[in-house]
């Protein structure tokens, strides 16, 4: 069975947050609802091209975890790693893929006209 899902006006989870012309920004909420889990995506227009990137807040359970592990590895290493993920339903995705499309077009536009 084919789902065709089309994108939304307004987009379910994608929030737009500024129009710059040549800069758009959007955050990308997670399905479910935790703040924690949102994402802040730019896309920006330049003389080398269209760039998108993805922001995520990080935060450790610090007093939970292992801290002497925690400590060595970022005494040895200089780093600690951690992961980010987002849940999106079928509908947000389109959505999301949709804006990336369009808000790629259309600061490539605004580069272009000025």
């Known amino acids: ?17 500024h129009d710059y012309g040549n800069t758009k920004t959007y955050t990308v909420v997670c399905e479910c609802s935790s703040p924690d889990c949102s994402h802040t995506v730019w896309i920006e227009a330049d003389a080398s091209g269209v760039t998108v990137t993805t922001y995520t807040k990080q935060k450790t359970k610090f007093w939970s975890l292992n801290r002497f592990q925690i400590i060595w590895t970022l005494l040895t290493k200089g780093w ?15 959505n999301y893929a949709n804006v990336l499309q369009s808000a790629s077009c259309d600061v490539v536009e605004f580069r272009k006209q000025t």
């Open 80 to 94: 600690v790693e951690y992961e980010a993920s987002i849940i999106m339903t079928a509908q947000q995705s389109a």
């Open 1 to 17: 069975m084919k789902n065709n899902f089309q994108p939304q006006l307004p987009a379910e989870g994608i929030l737009i947050n």
